[in-house]
């Protein structure tokens, strides 16, 4: 992995070379999990001891060889976010148990056999602060919510603020204009008969200055990055005003708030479809992938530092879902290709059902930087049916160029705008906070390029996808993929909608497409050609 540390920031290189960073995997005929997206170069990461099929017991060393410090999970439970850790085995059932260690683009899993004997093994208890989330920013008096789990009934947990002990009970009353604005850490333990210990923490932001989170995009320095500037959204009044992005993907993380204004997300809205399905207990808000918020940032903007990197369609409304993206698994959890997909149509069907009802004020676009290589036909006909109700579904085509029929499902459907991935020459390296914005002349189009790894087929329409700049887990990285120039048609959509009110699917797609600059490759390629923000909205 390539750093570079510009002004106190973490700025990581990060090359998508599939669909999305996740963790789309397929099974072997054991059900362990194995990766079927190519990981970005030296993001890397290996569970070095135990090994699979390895028989363990008493307390065993987990090592655990990778790029950047890895999140380990045990039996789909999140421990922590280590390279080595000290597991008790006693504490779990004789048997086998998954180890997962994951980075934001790669993933490793072992099976183990853990043999102590048998015997009843008794559990700590398991602490959740259930209310406010890690990362929430509050207010005024907020209810602290704690539940505990275990085979001694009616434990009671002690809560603290700040290492202060607040009190035992499983909810709390906390009058947050006692305390300074700033971050404060809840604790919560519950200790059972046998003396076993279980905890959690969560951070939360105080901000009783009236702002809701203690920043607004209002107060920073606004700053155009160049992948906006060349397709001219800055020659343009429009924000997005009245339109709404239903993101499908990896959800948002924790710390959004950090990047993001709370009044452009619709959280009430939003979903994680592998929570509410017992695939994971992670909520929209929950991912620790990072490709969902890189692509929020992309629409809508972010905030870096003292500045506000403009997004596509600043007023836009964000709906995140956290969608199933993998394949793989054991048992109960195991997650099927026809269990993806359809989940994919669940989402777009719930994207309708809200344009129908909760958000019909709103003229809505669908966001999926996401793909995979077979087709399903609840899938197909959710699309037909988004678009049918005016309702754009914006698709990468792919990272998987240059070679020619390559674009993946969705993005083949004619239904869909397929959108293929443009760089810049002098901007493929690093090039630091200033170089973020580059100034691009005026109607200039000599350096933009299609990437070669940009998939090639049907193609509608081109943006910026190689080389951006954007949060992500942990940082901000320099992040390519068609992930990313997909997001930015979304929001030039959003724009269209504002300046030519509700129109047909066709209509717009045909008026951005009239609009496009040719860069001279052929359609397979960059589709009409190269998205202009002015053009489509003039």
Same mark, same amino acid.
């Given at each position: ?243 709404? /992005? ?145 309702? /754009? ?137 190269? /998205? ?7």
């Amino acid at each position: 992995m390539k750093l570079k540390q510009t002004f106190g920031l973490l700025f990581m290189f990060v090359f998508v070379s599939s669909m999305f960073l996740g963790s789309v995997a397929i099974a072997d005929n054991a059900g362990s999990i194995e990766s079927a997206l190519m990981a970005p170069p030296n993001r890397y990461v290996s569970i070095t001891s135990p090994v699979n099929g390895d028989t363990v017991s008493g307390t065993v060393t987990i090592t655990i060889d990778a790029s950047t410090t890895p999140t380990l999970y045990i039996d789909g439970s999140r421990i922590d976010k280590v390279s080595t850790y000290n597991w008790d085995t006693t504490l779990y059932s004789d048997g086998q148990h998954v180890i997962e260690a994951k980075v934001p683009g790669n993933v490793d899993t072992v099976t183990v056999t853990v043999s102590n004997g048998g015997g009843t093994v008794n559990n700590p208890p398991t602490v959740t602060i259930t209310a406010p989330a890690d990362g929430a920013t509050i207010s005024g008096t907020y209810t602290i919510t704690v539940t505990v789990e275990d085979e001694d009934a009616g434990l009671t947990p002690d809560i603290y603020i700040d290492d202060v002990y607040v009190t035992t009970g499983t909810s709390y009353d906390w009058d947050t204009t006692a305390y300074a604005d700033g971050s404060h850490t809840i604790y919560a333990e519950a200790t059972d008969s046998e003396g076993l210990t279980g905890s959690d923490s969560n951070t939360a932001t105080v901000d009783n200055s009236g702002s809701g989170q203690g920043w607004t995009k209002d107060t920073l320095t606004h700053k155009t990055p160049w992948w906006n500037d060349v397709i001219d959204t800055d020659q343009t009044s429009y924000t997005g005003a009245g339109t709404v /992005v239903v993101v499908i993907d990896t959800g948002l993380v924790p710390e959004w708030r950090d990047y993001f204004p709370e009044d452009n997300v619709l959280t009430q809205y939003c979903r994680s479809y592998t929570d509410e399905l017992g695939y994971d207990n992670l909520s929209f808000e929950d991912d620790d992938e990072g490709h969902g918020t890189a692509v929020t940032g992309t629409v809508i903007g972010y905030k870096l530092n003292d500045y506000w990197i403009t997004g596509v369609a600043e007023d836009a409304k964000i709906v995140m879902l956290r969608c199933i993206y993998w394949i793989g698994g054991f048992g109960a959890n195991r997650v099927t290709e026809t269990d993806m997909l359809n989940n994919w149509a669940d989402c777009i069907n719930y994207a309708r059902s809200l344009h129908a009802n909760e958000l019909s004020g709103y003229n809505m676009v669908i966001s999926m930087s996401l793909g995979y290589s077979n087709s399903n036909s609840n899938l197909d006909a959710a699309v037909a049916g988004a678009e049918n109700e005016g309702i /754009v579904v914006s698709t990468s085509a792919g990272n998987d160029g240059p070679n020619e029929n390559t674009t993946a499902y969705p993005a083949n459907l004619a239904d869909t705008t397929s959108v293929a991935a443009a760089g810049h020459v002098g901007l493929t390296d690093a090039y630091g906070l200033e170089g973020i914005w580059t100034d691009i002349p005026e109607g200039d189009f000599s350096g933009v390029f299609i990437s070669d790894f940009s998939s090639r087929g049907k193609v509608d329409i081109t943006g910026i996808g190689e080389n951006l700049i954007l949060p992500y887990a942990g940082g901000y990285y320099y992040i390519s993929g068609t992930s990313f120039s997909c997001p930015q048609v979304s929001g030039v959509f959003c724009l269209m909608f504002e300046a030519h009110g509700t129109q047909s699917v066709s209509w717009l797609e045909g008026r951005m497409q009239t609009t496009a600059v040719d860069l001279g490759y052929s359609s397979t390629a960059q589709g009409a050609g190269f /998205v202009q923000a002015d053009g489509a909205t003039a």
